[in-house]
């Protein structure tokens, strides 16, 4: 992997992808570069204004590109519901599911369907709408994939799936927001790594994998910053992105191989070389997202609480 970069992305005419939290960041980068190499490009994003204005600037910097914006909000299920049904109407086939979109150290929260808001934005939104769009990835060519972004901070939190309930998963009770975040993303290690034994199993073509960015310059990044105000650790934390982050054109590096290298594996974790930055290459994971009791605990539990049961959608 030692020098990959965009320009090494496979031609993916033909190909069609969605990328949730599209409109800036890592996810516009992911959506824009995908454009760029002939995919068919759904920018999926919550505000309208955001997601519209995306996709004018992608059109400007891919002139020819294919591409539109239709509206999620992955702290409703109702809006992940029916971003599903409006993909449906449109598109017979998904190749490319890139779960990008998600909050970092947010204050306390809930969603709209009571789910604290990390967790139900990072993990159960895009857990159900993987689950809706099922069905579109097994009708596409075989070499489909998912790719779900996590984050190293995934060390910062283990998830309680013995408790089972939203509560134990996502550590409401004392909540500390860096530690829900790391939650989180565990979660998102979790899912990918039941989701690659099932795919195994069931002897499917699509591979599940993961990836995170290292330490990128994103709007996840400032989103924090402006939370603490003006304490130390957002001073720090702005010193780091001014000084010490890569730009979001390297930080989508990771998820971009994922997405479409050849020869990635069920599984896979991809990030920086070096852990913060870098090419593309295998990343260290804690040990507790790759055990396997935990995975179907926590997918059990998913199915629960989003109504989403994916032995019920059509094979």
Request: charged share 20%; glycine share 12%; aromatic share 8%.
């Amino acid at each position: 992997m030692p020098g990959w970069n965009a320009s090494k992305i496979p031609d993916q005419s033909g190909r069609t992808a969605v990328v949730t939290g599209a409109n800036s960041g890592i996810g516009y980068v992911t959506a824009r570069e995908l454009a760029r190499h002939g995919a068919s490009v759904v920018l999926a994003c919550r505000s309208a204004a955001r997601g519209r204005a995306a996709l004018v600037r992608l059109r400007a910097e891919v002139p020819g590109a294919e591409a539109e914006f239709l509206p999620l909000d992955l702290a409703d299920l109702a809006s992940v519901r029916e971003f599903a049904t409006a993909y449906g109407q449109r598109h017979a086939a998904l190749d490319l599911l890139v779960n990008n979109a998600g909050v970092m150290a947010l204050p306390y929260g809930r969603t709209a369907d009571g789910f604290e808001t990390q967790f139900g934005v990072n993990h159960l939104g895009h857990f159900a709408l993987t689950g809706l769009l099922l069905r579109r990835l097994r009708e596409a060519a075989p070499g489909a994939r998912i790719v779900n972004v996590s984050s190293g901070f995934h060390v910062l939190g283990r998830i309680d799936v013995e408790g089972g309930g939203p509560d134990a998963l996502s550590g409401e009770h004392g909540y500390r927001r860096w530690v829900a975040y790391g939650r989180s993303k565990t979660a998102n290690l979790l899912f990918t790594h039941e989701l690659s034994r099932r795919f195994t199993a069931a002897g499917s073509t699509i591979t599940a994998a993961a990836a995170h960015p290292g330490y990128a310059s994103s709007n996840l990044h400032s989103g924090a910053s402006k939370v603490e105000g003006p304490s130390l650790n957002s001073r720090v934390a702005a010193f780091g992105n001014a000084v010490v982050a890569q730009p979001t054109s390297s930080g989508a590096l990771p998820t971009l191989y994922a997405a479409t290298a050849p020869g990635v594996r069920q599984d896979a974790f991809i990030g920086p070389r070096f852990g913060w930055r870098g090419a593309p290459a295998p990343s260290w994971r804690a040990k507790w997202t790759l055990d396997d009791k935990s995975g179907e605990l926590l997918w059990a539990a998913s199915e629960k609480l989003t109504g989403v049961s994916y032995a019920s959608l059509p094979r």
